[in-house]
Protein backbone atom coordinates (compact mmCIF):
# COMPACT_ATOMS: atom_id res chain seq x y z
CA UNK A 1 0.00 0.00 0.00
CA UNK A 2 1.33 3.27 -1.06
CA UNK A 3 0.06 5.09 2.38
CA UNK A 4 2.75 2.52 3.97
CA UNK A 5 5.52 4.45 2.22
CA UNK A 6 4.32 8.03 3.58
CA UNK A 7 5.90 9.54 6.76
CA UNK A 8 3.82 11.87 7.72
CA UNK A 9 0.85 13.99 5.94
CA UNK A 10 1.66 17.41 5.70
CA UNK A 11 -1.72 18.79 4.27
CA UNK A 12 -4.76 17.04 4.88
CA UNK A 13 -7.61 16.15 2.20
CA UNK A 14 -9.66 18.89 4.49
CA UNK A 15 -7.04 21.33 4.66
CA UNK A 16 -6.57 20.88 1.05
CA UNK A 17 -10.42 21.40 -0.07
CA UNK A 18 -11.00 24.24 2.10
CA UNK A 19 -7.83 26.26 0.69
CA UNK A 20 -9.13 24.84 -3.30
CA UNK A 21 -12.88 26.88 -2.05
CA UNK A 22 -10.85 29.70 -1.37
CA UNK A 23 -8.42 29.79 -3.95
CA UNK A 24 -11.72 29.44 -6.33
CA UNK A 25 -13.71 32.27 -4.94
CA UNK A 26 -10.16 34.84 -5.08
CA UNK A 27 -10.22 33.84 -8.91
CA UNK A 28 -14.16 34.26 -9.35
CA UNK A 29 -13.69 37.73 -8.16
CA UNK A 30 -10.73 38.88 -10.49
CA UNK A 31 -12.45 37.35 -13.44
CA UNK A 32 -15.70 38.90 -12.87
CA UNK A 33 -17.36 39.47 -16.22
CA UNK A 34 -14.57 37.37 -18.03
CA UNK A 35 -13.87 34.29 -19.43
CA UNK A 36 -10.45 33.20 -18.47
CA UNK A 37 -8.42 30.64 -20.24
CA UNK A 38 -7.72 28.02 -17.25
CA UNK A 39 -4.31 26.01 -18.48
CA UNK A 40 -3.62 23.04 -16.31
CA UNK A 41 0.17 22.31 -16.28
CA UNK A 42 0.56 17.91 -17.13
CA UNK A 43 0.83 16.26 -15.16
CA UNK A 44 1.22 17.33 -11.45
CA UNK A 45 -1.65 19.56 -11.55
CA UNK A 46 -4.12 17.68 -13.06
CA UNK A 47 -6.36 16.66 -9.31
CA UNK A 48 -5.82 20.78 -8.21
CA UNK A 49 -7.01 22.07 -11.76
CA UNK A 50 -10.19 19.67 -11.87
CA UNK A 51 -10.98 20.37 -7.73
CA UNK A 52 -10.45 24.30 -8.83
CA UNK A 53 -12.48 24.60 -11.71
CA UNK A 54 -15.29 22.82 -10.33
CA UNK A 55 -15.32 25.38 -7.66
CA UNK A 56 -15.28 28.39 -9.85
CA UNK A 57 -18.25 29.67 -10.90
CA UNK A 58 -16.66 32.10 -13.56
CA UNK A 59 -17.55 30.65 -16.94
CA UNK A 60 -14.15 29.36 -18.44
CA UNK A 61 -12.71 27.15 -21.40
CA UNK A 62 -9.85 24.99 -20.43
CA UNK A 63 -6.79 23.33 -22.11
CA UNK A 64 -3.63 21.59 -21.21
CA UNK A 65 0.13 22.02 -21.40
CA UNK A 66 2.94 19.39 -21.13
CA UNK A 67 6.36 21.42 -20.60
CA UNK A 68 9.69 19.44 -19.22
CA UNK A 69 12.66 20.85 -17.23
CA UNK A 70 15.63 19.02 -17.91
CA UNK A 71 17.25 18.16 -15.08
CA UNK A 72 18.29 15.04 -12.90
CA UNK A 73 16.46 14.17 -9.72
CA UNK A 74 14.97 16.97 -7.37
CA UNK A 75 16.59 20.07 -8.98
CA UNK A 76 15.06 22.01 -12.09
CA UNK A 77 17.56 23.36 -14.78
CA UNK A 78 16.97 26.37 -16.42
CA UNK A 79 15.95 24.72 -20.11
CA UNK A 80 12.39 24.05 -20.23
CA UNK A 81 10.91 21.81 -23.51
CA UNK A 82 7.28 22.33 -24.89
CA UNK A 83 6.06 18.75 -25.04
CA UNK A 84 2.40 19.31 -25.40
CA UNK A 85 1.13 23.08 -26.68
CA UNK A 86 -1.98 24.72 -26.08
CA UNK A 87 -4.98 23.53 -29.16
CA UNK A 88 -6.45 27.24 -28.88
CA UNK A 89 -5.16 30.84 -29.59
CA UNK A 90 -4.58 32.89 -26.52
CA UNK A 91 -4.69 36.30 -28.50
CA UNK A 92 -6.94 38.77 -26.39
CA UNK A 93 -7.34 36.17 -23.80
CA UNK A 94 -7.25 36.16 -19.91
CA UNK A 95 -5.05 33.36 -19.40
CA UNK A 96 -4.70 31.31 -15.96
CA UNK A 97 -1.92 29.13 -15.36
CA UNK A 98 -2.66 26.50 -12.89
CA UNK A 99 0.73 24.75 -11.24
CA UNK A 100 0.94 22.49 -8.38
CA UNK A 101 4.38 23.52 -6.83
CA UNK A 102 6.74 26.78 -7.59
CA UNK A 103 10.12 25.30 -6.99
CA UNK A 104 13.08 27.51 -8.58
CA UNK A 105 10.32 29.17 -10.74
CA UNK A 106 12.27 28.19 -13.97
CA UNK A 107 9.36 26.51 -15.44
CA UNK A 108 6.84 29.65 -14.71
CA UNK A 109 9.30 31.95 -15.85
CA UNK A 110 10.05 29.93 -19.57
CA UNK A 111 6.56 28.91 -19.71
CA UNK A 112 5.09 32.86 -19.00
CA UNK A 113 7.79 34.04 -21.54
CA UNK A 114 6.28 31.66 -24.34
CA UNK A 115 2.90 32.36 -23.80
CA UNK A 116 3.43 36.18 -23.31
CA UNK A 117 4.72 36.30 -26.75
CA UNK A 118 1.48 35.19 -28.01
CA UNK A 119 -0.73 38.54 -27.13
CA UNK A 120 -2.72 37.48 -24.23
CA UNK A 121 -4.47 40.31 -22.83
CA UNK A 122 -3.52 38.74 -19.37
CA UNK A 123 -1.50 35.90 -17.76
CA UNK A 124 -1.70 34.65 -14.02
CA UNK A 125 -0.30 32.35 -12.05
CA UNK A 126 -2.11 29.85 -9.53
CA UNK A 127 -0.24 27.38 -7.55
CA UNK A 128 -1.30 25.25 -5.00
CA UNK A 129 2.04 24.97 -3.56
CA UNK A 130 4.96 27.08 -3.25
CA UNK A 131 8.16 26.78 -1.88
CA UNK A 132 9.61 30.30 -2.11
CA UNK A 133 12.72 29.48 -0.37
CA UNK A 134 14.10 27.65 -3.62
CA UNK A 135 13.50 30.60 -5.67
CA UNK A 136 15.91 31.55 -8.31
CA UNK A 137 13.69 33.26 -11.37
CA UNK A 138 12.23 36.29 -10.59
CA UNK A 139 8.64 34.86 -10.57
CA UNK A 140 5.93 34.95 -7.79
CA UNK A 141 2.70 33.12 -8.31
CA UNK A 142 -0.47 35.41 -7.99
CA UNK A 143 -2.75 33.26 -6.56
CA UNK A 144 -1.07 30.53 -3.90
CA UNK A 145 -2.96 28.07 -1.80
CA UNK A 146 -0.08 27.19 0.98
CA UNK A 147 3.60 27.99 1.42
CA UNK A 148 6.00 25.24 2.46
CA UNK A 149 9.67 24.45 3.72
CA UNK A 150 11.52 22.99 1.54
CA UNK A 151 10.85 19.60 1.84
CA UNK A 152 10.30 16.79 -0.65
CA UNK A 153 6.15 16.08 -0.76
CA UNK A 154 4.04 13.97 -2.92
CA UNK A 155 0.33 13.40 -3.23
CA UNK A 156 -2.59 15.04 -4.51
CA UNK A 157 -0.65 15.07 -8.21
CA UNK A 158 3.03 15.13 -7.00
CA UNK A 159 5.13 12.17 -7.70
CA UNK A 160 8.14 10.39 -6.78
CA UNK A 161 9.30 8.02 -9.86
CA UNK A 162 5.82 9.01 -11.19
CA UNK A 163 3.69 7.17 -8.12
CA UNK A 164 1.29 8.18 -5.33
CA UNK A 165 0.13 11.40 -7.66
CA UNK A 166 -3.23 9.92 -5.91
CA UNK A 167 -2.92 10.19 -2.59
CA UNK A 168 -5.66 12.35 -1.56
CA UNK A 169 -3.35 13.78 0.35
CA UNK A 170 -0.01 16.04 0.92
CA UNK A 171 2.39 14.15 1.87
CA UNK A 172 6.40 13.06 3.17
CA UNK A 173 7.85 10.42 2.03
CA UNK A 174 9.61 8.14 4.46
CA UNK A 175 13.61 8.15 3.49
CA UNK A 176 13.64 4.29 3.27
CA UNK A 177 11.86 4.98 -0.21
CA UNK A 178 13.71 7.11 -1.66
CA UNK A 179 17.20 6.32 -0.45
CA UNK A 180 16.87 2.84 -2.00
C1 LIG B 1 7.08 20.22 -11.40
C2 LIG B 1 5.94 21.21 -11.21
C3 LIG B 1 6.41 22.41 -11.95
C4 LIG B 1 7.90 22.36 -11.79
C5 LIG B 1 8.29 23.28 -10.69
O1 LIG B 1 6.84 19.53 -12.59
O2 LIG B 1 4.70 20.73 -11.69
O3 LIG B 1 6.05 22.36 -13.32
O4 LIG B 1 8.26 21.02 -11.46
O5 LIG B 1 9.67 23.36 -10.55
P1 LIG B 1 10.48 24.71 -10.82
O6 LIG B 1 9.75 25.83 -10.15
O7 LIG B 1 11.82 24.42 -10.16
O8 LIG B 1 10.62 24.92 -12.29
P2 LIG B 1 7.62 18.19 -13.02
O9 LIG B 1 8.74 18.55 -13.94
O10 LIG B 1 7.96 17.41 -11.79
O11 LIG B 1 6.52 17.42 -13.90
P3 LIG B 1 5.11 16.76 -13.49
O12 LIG B 1 4.17 17.90 -13.17
O13 LIG B 1 4.67 16.00 -14.68
O14 LIG B 1 5.34 15.88 -12.28
Redesign the pocket.
Known amino acids: MMHNDVEYVMLTEEQIDKRVRELAAELDEYYKGKIPLVVC?????TLFFTDLIRRMETKLTTDFMR???YGSGFV?SGVVALEKDLTVDIKGRDVLIV??????????FKLKEVLGSREPADIKIVTLLDKPCRRTAPIQPDFRGFEIDDKFVVGYGL?FEEMYRNLPYIGILKPSVYEK
Request: aromatic share 0%; proline share 0%.
Open positions: ILKGSVSSSEDIMDSGNTLD
